[in-house]
């Protein structure tokens, strides 16, 4: 079964309010967690990297005031959009590293902004 | 800046037919390298870790190889079957200072025709 569980598997949202992705590891402590996009027929982008217990580190050109980051636990990481726009609608994976079995994928999100 | 290339961007072959997938990268200096599969609208399966002492790893019908040295990666897929048409992509591991990211390739859809 998945070792990463990404909810929700897809949303859609009005322009202008905010939506929340979460990330659990189910057998295995994260300490860093990673939130990707990616574009139609493109690779994946790494958007942060999520830390437990700090602020995440987001990759050069990503807005962190937009997209909020938040680790509360080993287990759990969440990305909220905030005022979502339809240019934000995109494919959103997170993952993490199990131990052993390097990184580990969720399944992923497709958010639509109408 | 490391980027990863994968070559050819898109492959179809009969069912049955050996194939073999590249991947290189341009710096040398990676902790592994893994070979991912994705469906479409899906997230990523993970097929293949190779640490950077390694050279090759076997799944089943998979062997992956990697020449480090010559930032070289192959992915060599045996009687391939129609199930294994998805996307694979390939991604090197960087560890610099505290912290490491994921950088992908482009991918290449792989089509096995029955």
């Known amino acids: 079964g998945a070792v990463v569980s990404q909810h929700p598997s897809w949303v859609i949202c009005k322009s202008g309010t905010s939506v929340k992705i979460e990330c659990r590891s189910l057998?295995?402590?994260?300490?860093?967690m990673f939130w990707y996009r990616q574009f139609p027929k493109q690779s994946l982008m790494l958007m942060a990297t999520?830390?437990?217990?700090?602020?995440?580190?987001?990759e050069q050109g990503v807005e962190k005031d937009k997209f909020l980051i938040n680790h509360a636990s080993l287990t759990l990481s969440t990305l909220t959009v905030t005022s979502a726009h339809p240019e934000d609608s995109s494919f959103y994976i997170c993952?993490?590293?199990?131990?052993?079995?390097?990184?580990?994928f969720g399944s992923g999100t497709r958010l639509t902004v109408v | 800046k490391q980027e990863v290339t994968q070559i050819p961007a898109a492959l179809s072959v009969p069912e049955g037919e050996n194939l073999v997938l590249n991947c290189s990268f341009t710096?040398?200096?990676?902790?592994?390298l893994q070979w991912f599969r994705q469906d479409p609208g899906k997230g990523l399966t993970s097929l293949l870790l190779i640490q950077s002492s390694q050279r090759e790893q076997t799944s089943g019908r998979l062997n992956a190889s990697l020449d480090k040295s010559s930032g070289r990666s192959t992915l060599y897929i045996a009687a391939s079957q129609p199930g294994d048409s998805a996307t694979y992509l390939c991604a090197v591991r960087e560890v610099q200072g505290g912290s490491e990211k994921l950088v992908f390739g482009k991918g290449t859809k792989l089509t096995v025709n029955p």
């Open positions: 057998d295995f402590q994260a300490t860093t």
């Open positions: 999520s830390n437990e217990g700090s602020k995440a580190t987001y």
């Open positions: 710096d040398s200096a990676i902790y592994n």
């Open positions: 993952s993490a590293v199990r131990p052993n079995y390097g990184y580990t």
